[in-house]
């Protein structure tokens, strides 16, 4: 059982705008710790899309947006294309845990 | 550009011992934090140890705490995970990833190994 909860899944047509959420508690998101969201495509390593809570790293298309608000967030993609076909993750830092941690993960399927 | 690479993957028994190992290339390798992050088999990944860019503070989850040690060679650009005692939970890709963000409760993974692999089986 993961520490952040993510649904397992999740689907939208090209084109149309998806989100996905993360809840955490008083421990990590809660606590104020960052956010930060990773897009894992079949066979390869996480991939940084956002930080800091709602910040794109160079390169990331201005598509993938991120909020953060009292023990969630939330992950938004605009325009959904695929290639956005993959799992997202998040990640916070948990005080009680001295350690960070990650979501369970949401596979994301263009329709 | 980042690079990472990671070695040392294998399969080991159960209370085995492996070493793991992750050269760095592409950035000052001592101004950054590095972590080890391990991914079962159809599962999220799940962080496993960090130690900072001067090697003076680290950091284990609760599963491998007492087990594995985390070092560093910053004059090698080099980081390794010494697993002991290992289990079979212990089984997945391990990934070297490049920390940033200040402080504690900011750091984030910008840049990932391609990842090796334990089994641990008998």
Same mark, same amino acid.
């Given at each position: 059982?993961?520490?952040? *909860?993510?649904?397992?899944?999740?689907?939208?047509? !090209?084109?149309?705008?998806?989100?996905?959420?993360?809840?955490?508690?008083?421990?990590?998101?809660?606590?104020?710790? &960052?956010? @930060?969201?990773?897009?894992?495509?079949?066979?390869?390593? !996480?991939?940084?899309?956002?930080?800091?809570?709602?910040?794109?790293?160079?390169?990331?298309? &201005?598509?993938?947006?991120?909020?953060?608000?009292? *023990?969630?967030?939330?992950?938004?993609? *605009?325009?959904?294309?695929?290639?956005?076909?993959?799992?997202?993750?998040?990640?916070?830092? &948990?005080?009680?845990?001295?350690?960070?941690?990650?979501?369970?993960?949401?596979?994301? *399927?263009?329709? | 550009?980042?690079?990472?690479?990671?070695?040392?993957?294998?399969?080991?028994?159960?209370?085995?011992?492996?070493?793991?190992?992750c050269a760095a290339s592409g950035f000052t390798f001592s101004g950054f934090a590095?972590?080890?992050?391990?991914?079962?088999?159809?599962?999220?990944?799940?962080?496993?140890?960090?130690?900072?860019?001067?090697?003076?503070g680290s950091y284990y989850a609760d599963s491998v705490k007492g087990r594995f040690?985390?070092?560093?060679?910053?004059?090698?650009?080099?980081? @390794?995970?010494?697993?002991?005692?290992?289990?079979?939970?212990?089984?997945?890709?391990?990934?070297?990833?490049?920390?940033?963000? @200040?402080?504690?409760?900011?750091?984030?993974?910008?840049?990932?190994?391609?990842?090796?692999?334990?089994?641990?089986?008998?």
């Open positions: 059982q993961s520490v952040l *909860t993510q649904s397992p899944s999740g689907s939208g047509a !090209p084109g149309q705008r998806v989100t996905i959420s993360c809840t955490g508690s008083s421990s990590n998101i809660g606590a104020g710790s &960052d956010v @930060h969201w990773y897009q894992q495509l079949p066979g390869k390593a !996480p991939k940084v899309l956002i930080f800091g809570n709602n910040n794109r790293p160079s390169g990331v298309p &201005d598509r993938f947006s991120g909020s953060k608000s009292g *023990t969630s967030a939330s992950l938004a993609i *605009t325009g959904l294309q695929a290639e956005d076909e993959a799992d997202y993750y998040c990640q916070s830092y &948990d005080s009680s845990l001295s350690g960070w941690v990650f979501g369970g993960g949401t596979k994301l *399927t263009v329709l | 550009e980042f690079q990472l690479l990671e070695s040392g993957g294998d399969l080991v028994q159960p209370g085995g011992s492996l070493r793991l190992s590095m972590s080890w992050v391990r991914q079962a088999p159809g599962k999220g990944p799940e962080w496993v140890s960090a130690l900072s860019g001067l090697g003076d040690t985390i070092s560093r060679d910053n004059s090698k650009n080099t980081l @390794h995970l010494q697993m002991n005692s290992l289990r079979a939970e212990d089984t997945a890709t391990y990934f070297c990833a490049k920390m940033n963000g @200040h402080p504690l409760s900011s750091y984030y993974m910008d840049a990932w190994g391609k990842g090796t692999t334990v089994t641990v089986s008998s």
